[in-house]
C-alpha cells in the first residue's frame, strides 16, 4: 500500500522516472486503468537517485487535489554523508497551502552547525514560490537532477507546477532560527522559532545559475525539430463546445504525434501565446534547457521535465530519445490535458493496445 499523501517514500539508487519496464511496448500510456477493487504492481530498477514524485493520471485534476500523490526519493548507492534530509510535500487543499499534509511550521531534521537539504515537490497546478530566512541557500537540484557549481543564493524560487527543488542550508552553528517559506503560508523549521520572513525582491533565475558544463550530447545536431505552439481557440472537444486549447493550431485529438527514433537527438520549440502560464511536463525523459525567449542559457545545464512557458512567451528545449515507448508530453496544470493541452512522443516500432475513451472511459490525460 502507497505511502499516504505527504509521505516520502524511499529507495535505493536508480529509479527511472515515469518509467514502465524498459522494451518495444514500454511507456506509461500502455498501463492499463487500475479500475474499482483491482490491483497493479509496478517493477521498475530504480537508476537515478533525486526527488522524484508519483500521483494519478486518470480522471487527474480532481484525484491529485483530493491527495492521490505521494513523494518518491532515491537516495544515492553512497548515501547522503553527513546531510540531513527532509522531504517537503506541498498541496492545496481548498486552498490552504500545506506542507505533508500539515498546515504552519512543519519542523526539518538537522543539528545546528548541520548541512540540510530540503526536498520540495510542488503538487498543485500552479508554481509556487519558495524562500529561506535565516541562512542562505544552494539550489542543489531540479526535477532531480544535480546543479552543477551552486553558489550561495538569498533569493527566492518559483517551483514550477509538478516540479521538485533540492535546497541545502548550513544551518547555525549557534542554533539560530532558518525558515524554508513555501507559498508564504507554510514553513519547514530549523533552530529556535523565527518569525514569517518577507519574499525577498529577487527571484533565481536556473537559466544562469551556477556553472556550465558539458553536455551528453550536441543540441545543435539534432536529429528531429519539433514546434509546440500552445494557443486556444473555439470548438469542439470529444463533441462538446467550448474555448478549448490547441497544439499548433489544433484541438485535440488532431493534434501532433511527435515521432523519434531512438538514439535521436531531439530539439523541442515551446511557444504560448493562449493567455495562460503552462507548466509542461515531457514524460520518461529530462531535457536540457537550451534558452528562454532566444537567451541562451548560460548556467548549470538546466535539466528538467518541468518547465513553466509564459503566455507571450517560449522555451528552447533539447533531449535524446533514449527510453522507448507512448510518452505524454502535457501541461501540468492537471485541468488542462482533460481541456485538450496535450501531445504524445513516440517511437518508431512502439504500438499499445490501450486508446483514449473506449470501454474504459480513458481520459484523453
Known sequence: MP????????????????????????????LPLVTHRQSFVYRFRADQAGTFW???????DPQVKGGLFGALVVTPREGLGDVADTTALTHLYAGRRTVNGLEGDVPGAGAPGQRVRVRIVNTDNG???VWVGGAPHRLAAIDGTEVAAPT???????VTAGGRADLEIDLPADGAGVRVEIGGASAVTFGRPLPPTPRPAGELDPLHYGSPAALPFDPA?????????????????DGTPGLWWTVNGHLWPDVPMYVVREGDVVRMHIENGSGELHPMHLHGHHAVVLA????PATGSPWWTDS??????????????????GLWMDHCHNLAHPGEGLIAHLMYEGVTTPYRVGGDPHNDPE
Open 221 to 237: 545536431a539534432a536529429d528531429r525539430s519539433f514546434d509546440y505552439v500552445i494557443g486556444r481557440r473555439p470548438g469542439f472537444l
Open 127 to 129: 508554481p509556487v514560490q
Open 307 to 324: 518547465v513553466d512557458v509564459q503566455d507571450g512567451h517560449s522555451v528552447d528545449i533539447a533531449f535524446v530519445a533514449d527510453n522507448p
Open 292 to 295: 528562454r525567449d532566444g537567451v
Open 3 to 30: 505511502p499516504p499523501a505527504g509521505a516520502a517514500l524511499r529507495v535505493g539508487p536508480g529509479f527511472r522516472p515515469w518509467s514502465a519496464p524498459r522494451g518495444r511496448r514500454g511507456g506509461v500510456p500502455t
Open 54 to 60: 508519483y500521483h494519478s493520471h486518470q480522471v487527474a
Open 152 to 158: 550561495p543564493s538569498t533569493d527566492s524560487l518559483a
